[in-house]
């Protein structure tokens, strides 16, 4: 009778230089940012849930490699003060708010203020996708807001952001 011994694996993480990848790259996935980036979002809408909803679709985190703050504001005076003072990286408003619909707002932001940001603009109808052509926002969301639809949305135009300030 021969008795084996009983055979042992070794388990050795190779490391990212041995696998000659950068430290940006390891296995085909992207590491995220040490620091992410903040994003300052004015959300616009005169419903209080209709806020609610929106900060929460959006969370913290739409993407790894950004963070972000919320302005909320219910008027469209305080929206253009606002935004005339600067600092805001983009804008959510809402088509249905009363008395100043979020559609024409976002044609007065984009006719009156310097270097507007971009403009994500929450519908109560798909049909109504051509006014919010006519009031040149750069995204459109229907309602009732879903996280999913407005991440979307949100993460397509951070992309074509300049840098953002890095968080705190």
Same mark, same amino acid.
């Given at each position: ?29 992207? *590491? ?9 979002? +004015?959300?616009?809408?005169? /419903? ?5 909803? %929106? ?28 935004? *005339? ?25 984009? *006719? ?27 995204? %459109?969301?229907?309602?009732? %807001? ?8 949100? /993460?397509?135009?951070?992309?074509? +952001? ?7």
């Amino acid at each position: 009778m021969i008795l084996a011994a009983p055979l042992t694996r070794a388990c050795v993480t190779p490391s990212r230089e041995s696998l000659g990848v950068s430290n940006t790259y390891y296995s085909g996935m992207q *590491d995220a940012p040490a620091t992410p980036r903040r994003l300052n979002v +004015l959300v616009y809408a005169s /419903n209080p849930q209709t806020t609610d909803r %929106v900060i929460r679709a959006l969370g913290e985190h739409p993407s790894p490699e950004v963070s972000i703050d919320v302005v909320a504001l219910d008027t469209d005076r305080l929206v253009m003060a606002r935004l *005339d003072a600067g600092g805001i990286d983009l804008a959510i408003l809402d088509g249905e708010a009363a008395p100043s619909g979020g559609m024409g707002l976002a044609r007065q932001i984009k *006719d009156e203020i310097d270097s507007p940001p971009p403009v994500v603009l929450i519908v109560g109808r798909r049909d109504d996708a051509w006014l919010a052509s006519w009031s040149r926002a750069e995204a %459109v969301v229907p309602h009732p %807001v879903d996280a999913v639809t407005l991440a979307a949305a949100v /993460n397509s135009l951070i992309e074509g +952001l300049p840098d953002l300030a890095p968080a705190h």
